[in-house]
């Protein structure tokens, strides 16, 4: 089409006005400007420059809603890579090579505005962007009513000193909420733990004044009490309703461990007498006649008054139990293997496979 016809004048028109507009948003979606931050005291500020081509000549940070030479911070020439300070060049201010201003060790006296001038080299733009340096709230502080307490029977009411708004509690480090057995008021600075368990071991508080930049305090330890939860029963020798079944002369230990906090107290007692023993476990390193009888080991919490124990009886060990045992022995690991024994002679008895066992002879375990 010939547009310097008359006829096409019309069209010659529209085509310059479309090229005008397209010209117009290129230069309007390419305008400079600068990302509003919120900095910290103390901390580096970083002012991000955004729609800045790759041909920019120079980048010139300036104090202030001017880009005046007065007040100009430092400036940064691409091509040369060289940097020139101004007369407000603190020594914590420098520029990046995508243009960005970034601010060392932040204060108070750094919140204002700044500017920034872009030499495109056949053009200059200029933005300018606001820098709010805050003081970051100092960690809350915690207290509680109390630092012990016995599990499922005491309560714990925590306190977090702060002026912020926005708390969190964290128990044992992981966040909580209000529920059945703890409760949050309803400011935020109270939490009561009406049943206090063993795992809650740590109290925290966390402020957010600012953020991205939360504020936890120390923790706060609890000292819970609890158990014994149950005494398990660890002998040398197998025990067999009730009976530990042993040679005379021949080594038995015996222990009941328990977990308890704090450390539980141990009681043993033979034949109602008290031993001399405070320790989980005794060792009776010959067993002798006058050793034989019933044992109790007793377990005992002071703090949580919760008071267990395990009994037992130690007996001569006879040929007809140790036939009993290998029996008892021989029908659980036939058990475990999955293979049925069924014994339809009540008085019936398995065969000895050890050569060296026979009756009368004690069976040592």
């Given at each position: 089409?010939d547009?310097?016809?008359?006829?096409?004048?019309?069209?010659r028109e529209?085509?310059?006005?479309?090229?005008?507009?397209?010209?117009?948003?290129?230069?309007?979606?390419g305008r400079?400007?600068?990302?509003?931050?919120?900095?910290?005291?103390?901390?580096r500020s970083?002012?991000?420059l955004?729609?800045?081509?790759?041909?920019a000549?120079?980048?010139?940070?300036?104090?202030?809603?001017?880009?005046?030479?007065?007040?100009?911070?430092?400036?940064?020439?691409?091509?040369?890579?060289?940097?020139?300070?101004?007369?407000?060049?603190?020594?914590?201010?420098?520029v990046?090579?995508?243009?960005?201003?970034?601010?060392?060790?932040?204060?108070l006296?750094?919140?204002?505005?700044?500017?920034?001038r872009?030499?495109?080299?056949?053009?200059?733009?200029?933005?300018?962007?606001?820098?709010?340096?805050q003081?970051?709230?100092?960690?809350?502080?915690?207290?509680a009513?109390?630092?012990?307490?016995?599990?499922?029977?005491?309560?714990?009411?925590?306190?977090?000193?702060?002026?912020?708004?926005?708390?969190?509690?964290?128990?044992?480090?992981a966040?909580?909420?209000?529920?059945?057995?703890?409760?949050?008021?309803?400011?935020?600075?109270?939490?009561?733990?009406?049943?206090v368990?063993?795992?809650d071991?740590?109290?925290?508080?966390?402020t957010?004044?600012?953020?991205?930049f939360?504020?936890?305090?120390?923790?706060?330890?609890?000292?819970?009490?609890?158990?014994?939860?149950?005494?398990?029963?660890?002998?040398?020798?197998?025990?067999?309703?009730?009976?530990l079944?042993?040679?005379?002369?021949s080594?038995?230990?015996?222990?009941?461990?328990?977990t308890?906090?704090?450390?539980?107290?141990?009681?043993?007692?033979h034949?109602?007498?008290?031993?001399?023993?405070?320790e989980a476990?005794?060792i009776?390193?010959?067993?002798?006649?006058?050793?034989?009888g019933?044992?109790?080991?007793?377990v005992?919490?002071?703090?949580?008054?919760?008071?267990?124990?395990?009994?037992?009886?130690?007996?001569?060990?006879?040929?007809?139990?140790?036939?009993?045992?290998?029996?008892?022995?021989?029908?659980?690991?036939?058990?475990?293997?999955?293979?049925?024994?069924r014994?339809?002679?009540?008085?019936?008895?398995?065969?000895?496979?050890?050569?060296?066992?026979?009756?009368?002879?004690?069976?040592?375990?």
């Amino acid at each position: 089409m010939d547009l310097s016809r008359p006829r096409c004048r019309r069209w010659r028109e529209l085509v310059l006005l479309a090229s005008l507009l397209a010209c117009g948003i290129r230069h309007a979606s390419g305008r400079i400007s600068i990302t509003q931050i919120l900095g910290i005291r103390g901390l580096r500020s970083v002012l991000v420059l955004q729609n800045v081509t790759q041909d920019a000549q120079e980048y010139s940070w300036h104090r202030g809603a001017n880009d005046t030479a007065e007040n100009m911070i430092v400036s940064y020439k691409p091509p040369s890579h060289t940097w020139q300070h101004g007369p407000m060049f603190s020594g914590r201010e420098n520029v990046t090579k995508a243009g960005d201003l970034v601010i060392n060790t932040s204060t108070l006296n750094d919140t204002g505005n700044y500017t920034v001038r872009v030499d495109f080299g056949n053009g200059t733009e200029t933005a300018t962007g606001y820098l709010n340096v805050q003081e970051l709230e100092k960690r809350p502080d915690i207290w509680a009513n109390t630092s012990t307490a016995v599990e499922y029977m005491g309560s714990v009411a925590a306190h977090c000193s702060t002026n912020a708004t926005v708390i969190k509690w964290y128990v044992d480090y992981a966040q909580v909420s209000s529920n059945d057995r703890m409760t949050i008021s309803p400011d935020l600075k109270t939490l009561v733990i009406y049943k206090v368990g063993r795992y809650d071991r740590t109290l925290q508080c966390e402020t957010a004044s600012i953020p991205d930049f939360p504020q936890r305090s120390d923790p706060l330890s609890l000292t819970v009490a609890y158990g014994p939860d149950k005494v398990q029963l660890s002998t040398s020798h197998i025990i067999l309703n009730g009976v530990l079944a042993a040679r005379i002369g021949s080594q038995v230990r015996m222990s009941c461990p328990a977990t308890s906090q704090p450390n539980p107290k141990y009681h043993w007692m033979h034949n109602g007498t008290r031993l001399s023993v405070s320790e989980a476990t005794v060792i009776l390193p010959s067993l002798s006649w006058e050793q034989m009888g019933r044992y109790r080991c007793i377990v005992e919490n002071p703090v949580t008054q919760i008071v267990m124990y395990q009994e037992f009886q130690i007996r001569v060990h006879t040929a007809g139990e140790a036939q009993y045992c290998c029996e008892q022995r021989l029908q659980h690991l036939r058990s475990q293997s999955g293979v049925a024994h069924r014994d339809n002679s009540p008085r019936r008895r398995l065969p000895l496979r050890n050569p060296d066992l026979r009756l009368g002879q004690p069976f040592l375990h």
